[in-house]
């Protein structure tokens, strides 16, 4: 009666371990143990809350295409400017861009010697002010890229007294279309670069004390190296 008695105590207790064996091997191990819910994984990076920055770049602009009337062809420039801003989101942000540029200006015609070209070496400024949003892809690696695009106001006026009346002064709208990336070297640094198109339409020409009525119109491309600081 003893033995069994022993013997059913017995094939009970080996049911019993291996129904507990079973169950624990149909649950996932996430470290913590058995049936532990996994830990939660920070969907993204600590500078991808939201928060505002300042920077500056330097950079350099060349002219793909111009369609001016009675003023000289606008050359190739560079410069330098500032940029601040806040980041709304993982993916969205408002800037704000200010660029000075300088540039060669330069002219052709043909008189009782012939054919000439005249250039004149930085002797146009160009400053731009465009408010742009930029859509960014987060990562969790040290680059991340984005894209960027914006409307604003320029103007262009001379370096110097390359004319006879003193000065020339342009004004109009602009535009940007471009994208670029940043390298995160920590959570307030970043160091990176930009390559934009960049349209200025000058509606209003002032030669000296005298108003024109031309519509000069410039395409170009700039290529960029941007720091930025957020906090």
């Known amino acids: 009666m003893r033995r069994s008695t022993f013997l059913l105590s017995f094939v009970g207790a080996l049911t019993l371990v291996g129904s507990m064996a079973t169950e624990a091997e149909a649950q996932p191990y996430y470290g913590r143990g058995y049936g532990a819910a996994p830990a939660p994984r920070p969907q993204f990076g600590y500078r991808h809350r939201m928060h505002g920055y300042v920077g500056g770049h330097v950079g350099g602009m060349g002219i793909v295409k111009q369609r001016l009337e009675d003023v000289g062809r606008v050359g190739p420039g560079g410069g330098f400017g500032l940029h601040g801003g806040v980041r709304l989101s993982p993916f969205v942000a408002l800037e704000l861009n ?69 000065y020339i002064f342009q004004s109009g ?8 990336g940043d390298f995160w070297f920590s959570p307030w ?15 209003d020409n002032e030669y000296g004390e005298a108003k024109e009525a031309e519509h000069n119109l410039v395409h170009g491309v700039s290529v960029e190296i941007t720091a930025g600081i957020h906090f």
């Open 98 to 166: 200010w660029g000075f540029t300088v540039h060669d200006e330069s002219w052709s015609g043909s008189d009782q010697y012939g054919d000439f070209e005249e250039v004149a070496p930085d002797s146009l400024q160009v400053q731009t002010l465009t408010a742009d949003i930029k859509l960014h892809i987060p990562t969790r690696g040290i680059f991340e890229a984005y894209g960027q695009a914006g409307v604003g106001f320029a103007f262009m006026g001379v370096t110097g007294d390359y004319y006879n009346d003193g």
């Open 189 to 203: 640094f970043t160091l990176g670069g930009r390559i934009l198109y960049r349209g200025l339409y000058f509606t």
């Open 173 to 180: 709208p602009t535009w940007t279309l471009g994208g670029g």
